[in-house]
């Protein structure tokens, strides 16, 4: 299985990183766009967004739009709470870490007070739609999601050529309710959270 995951890997993360800059300008748009008109992220009062490496969805305009609304926004940190999720006031507080991936500096972490009402939007490399998602294969947002419980709200952004029609699933693997793409939104209903 694990044999099969990274060919897949492979196969999605060279695609992605060939993309022409206008193209992906356009997909971010239309996938902000869609994740703004979201309910699930209207009613939320708070989000949990991740700094995007190697032509991941953007986050900084939900990120922008969530804090301008006054909803609690929170990314991952290596040094984080439990979850590993921290609270962050501005996109300035993001600073290059462990890999140059932004991380915030400083901030207090997301707790169980905060997961009413929380949408986790996930970076993935593969999703299929039953919402299983293939990571990166350092299992962290396996683990912090299922720190997280069933309750939090869960949406991939991905670009649409990502979906595929299944991925093989192992037992620690955290599902997704929602993938949205620069064409859809697709519910899943096959892959809850353990």
């Known amino acids: ?25 356009g997909w971010h748009r239309a996938i902000e766009a869609r994740v703004l008109s979201l309910p699930a992220y209207n009613r939320s009062r708070s989000v949990a967004l991740y700094s995007p ?29 439990a979850t590993g999720w921290v609270r962050v006031d501005s996109r300035r507080r993001l600073l ?3 890999g140059g991936i932004p991380e915030p500096a400083g901030g207090a972490p997301l707790v169980e007070g905060d997961f009413e009402g929380l949408v986790v939007f996930l970076p993935g490399v593969a999703f299929d739609s039953a919402g299983h998602r293939l990571g990166r294969g350092r299992g962290w947002y396996d683990r912090a999601l299922a720190g997280l419980g069933s309750g939090p709200e869960r949406v991939a952004l991905a670009f649409e050529f990502q979906i595929v029609e299944s991925l093989p699933v192992e037992d620690w693997d955290q599902g997704v309710h929602q993938i949205i793409t620069e064409k859809r939104i697709i519910r899943c209903f096959g892959a809850a959270p353990h």
Request: include cysteine; glycine fraction near 10%; proline fraction near 4%.
């Open 1 to 25: 299985m694990r044999d099969q995951k990274q060919s897949l890997r492979e196969k999605v993360l060279l695609r992605r990183k060939t993309l022409a800059p206008a193209e992906l300008a």
């Open 53 to 81: 490496i190697g032509n991941e969805v953007e986050t900084a305009g939900i990120c922008d739009h969530a804090l301008n609304s006054g909803k609690a926004v929170f990314y991952p940190s290596s040094g984080g709470g």
């Open 96 to 98: 290059a870490q462990n």
